[in-house]
């Protein structure tokens, strides 16, 4: 709250106080005159006016709400807030602390959250034969909230905390073939995800599609995990200042060349001497991220240029604006936001979305049959 605005309300109070408090002194100070017959003597309409004492439910209700008055102002932070915290505290991340309504809000999520965490663990995970992951949880739980208190947390704090995500991957692929975790995960995503990736999780332009086989940044259970722990952001550099506009058209071209789209109608018949160009720029700038052949890295969140799978369009003129102006695509992390056990249904979900049997032929040499299932699934290995 603002301080006039605390000020205003402190000041407001006060004022009504000191006014009930006048008027109270005044009337108990005040005697008139009472006749024989015990009345003061005024008459309005035939009724007569006593001088009798006020009624005790009255009273009692009287003085009982200016003691409540002072008993909240004692217990909550209602006057100067910034002064007076109030003696009220709530349980929050297991401290004490001073009520406010956040931490009230705050301590009313995390029993709700207490409720979800203890069904997740009974009715799920013991149920998909997933139990062994209750222990990492806790232990992850325990080490985030330590690194959410500390100012400058131990540099190896990350490190433990991604170790136990690594470890929950396993239970990852069993909650996969569990319905009532895919039921829960399924509902998370169309809350959650869905405004992104849209409610089927197909995608749209520049939200990656979550149900095929192709991945920026790997499709196996740890690297779900660890997207959705924390988050991403692409990192396409923007070209236009470092190889001019020819060096864009060219290595736009060779771009066009390497993808199995290329010959879609709407590019029309490539540029021979621009793709030759391309292709030296490509090694020189581009090989670095989307690897030498283009097939990209996930390690870099690099696409795979060489499919006919578009993050943001394989138009010739949407591929030169992305080598020219960059993309940084940024998915959201969730952390903070969801929490452990909820990221896990999720990750679960769309794990159980991947195409796998498009996985299953990962082996398998590239056939003339096979050609879209066999390319995309290359991304995965590299
Ligand atoms: C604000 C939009 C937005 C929301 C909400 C969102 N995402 Fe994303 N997500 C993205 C974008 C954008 C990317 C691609 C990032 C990039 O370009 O590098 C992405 C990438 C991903 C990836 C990696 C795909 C790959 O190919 O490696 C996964 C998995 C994913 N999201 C899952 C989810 C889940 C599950 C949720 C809900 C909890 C979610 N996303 C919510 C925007 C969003
Ligand atoms: C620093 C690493 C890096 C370098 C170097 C780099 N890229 Fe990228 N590129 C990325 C990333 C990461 C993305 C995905 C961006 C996102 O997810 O928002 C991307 C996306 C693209 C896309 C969009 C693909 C799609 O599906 O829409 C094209 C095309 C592309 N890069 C071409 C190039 C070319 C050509 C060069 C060299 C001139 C180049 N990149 C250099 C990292 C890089």
């Given amino acids: 709250m603002t301080f006039f605005w605390s000020s205003w309300i402190t000041l407001f109070s006060f004022g009504c ?3 009930i408090l006048g008027v109270l002194l005044f009337v108990l100070k005040y005697k ?3 006749e024989e017959d015990g009345t003061t003597g005024h008459e309005y309409d035939g009724i007569r006016e ?3 004492p006020l009624p ?5 209700i009287f003085f009982g709400s200016i003691v409540w008055g002072v008993a909240y102002w004692v217990f909550f932070p209602a006057m100067f807030p910034a002064h007076w915290e109030g003696i009220a505290t709530v349980e929050v991340d297991g401290e004490t602390v001073p009520w406010t309504s956040k931490n009230e809000l705050f301590s009313e999520l995390e029993s709700n959250n207490k409720i979800f965490t203890d069904n997740f663990e009974q009715s799920i995970l013991v149920k998909a034969d997933a139990a062994g992951a209750t222990a990492t949880l806790g232990t992850l739980n325990d080490l985030q909230a330590t690194m959410r208190r500390s100012e400058t947390p131990p540099a190896d704090l990350q490190t433990q ?5 690594a470890e929950l991957a396993p239970y990852i692929e069993k909650l996969s073939e569990n319905p009532n975790a895919l039921k829960v995960g399924s509902r ?3 809350q959650n995800c869905s405004v992104c990736h849209g409610s089927n999780a197909k995608g749209a332009t520049g939200y990656p599609n979550l149900t095929d086989n192709d991945w920026l940044y790997g499709g196996e259970a740890q690297n779900i995990l660890t997207t959705l722990h924390n988050g991403r952001v692409g990192g396409m550099p923007a070209w236009r200042d470092q190889i001019g506009e020819d060096g864009v058209r060219a290595a736009s071209e060779y771009v066009l060349s390497l993808s199995s789209n ?3 109608k709407s590019n029309g018949k490539l540029d021979q001497t621009l793709v030759a160009q391309g292709s030296a720029i490509f090694q020189q700038n581009c090989a670095l991220c989307h690897d030498k052949d283009g097939k990209g890295m996930i390690s870099a969140g690099a696409p795979n240029l060489t ?3 578009w993050l943001y369009g394989g138009e010739r003129e949407t591929v030169r604006n992305t080598l020219r102006y960059g993309r940084a695509g940024v998915m959201p992390q969730w952390e903070t936001k969801l929490g452990n056990e909820r990221i896990m249904l999720l990750a679960a979900y769309i794990y159980s979305l991947s195409d796998k049997p498009a996985k299953a032929t990962q082996a398998l040499p590239v056939t003339a049959t096979a050609p879209k299932a066999a390319a995309p699934a290359a991304a995965t290995v590299n």
């Fill in 17 to 19: 106080w000191l006014f």
């Fill in 307 to 309: 499919d006919t799978i």
């Fill in 188 to 190: 998370l995503f169309l």
């Fill in 56 to 60: 005790k439910w009255w009273l009692v």
């Fill in 161 to 165: 905390i991604d170790g136990k995500i």
């Fill in 50 to 52: 006593y001088d009798k």
């Fill in 262 to 264: 290329n010959g879609s």
């Fill in 32 to 34: 008139p005159d009472v």
